[in-house]
């Protein structure tokens, strides 16, 4: 039987370029996995980073994840989406405004315009 998923778990932290190719779909899991069973670490040295650019790969990494959600936005969606929540806040501000206003009386009847300025 083949070496085991703990080992190629190790093998794939000393090799961080291997997961970049994955998320690109240049190469899956499995194939990386029966080729380092069969062939060992030796024929991935390409992939193996200087531990100064591991750090970089990691701001490169949540660049391209950033980078891949901004092209996935639908800009009309999230415009139309502003728009409701406009009209919503309008609403509630209308309601808010007409609730605060204090009822008139002197218009109404004569008799109780002396009471409106208890008010």
Do not use: C, H
Not at 56 to 66: D, F
Not at 103 to 112: H, I, K, Q, T, W
């Amino acid at each position: 039987m083949g070496k085991s998923i703990e080992e190629f778990r190790e093998f794939v932290k000393k090799y961080p370029k291997l997961k970049f190719k994955v998320r690109d779909g240049d190469r899956t899991w499995q194939n990386i996995y029966e080729e380092w069973s069969l062939l060992g670490e030796d024929s991935f040295e390409n992939y193996k980073e200087e531990e100064g650019l591991l750090a970089s790969s990691e701001g490169q990494e949540t660049l391209r994840t950033v980078v891949k959600y901004a092209q996935k936005l639908n800009v009309d969606n999230i415009t139309k989406t502003l728009g409701s929540v406009q009209k919503i806040m309008q609403i509630f501000q209308g309601l808010n405004s007409s609730n605060n206003k204090q009822p008139v009386y002197e218009n109404r009847d004569p008799l109780f315009r002396r009471f409106s300025k208890w008010d």
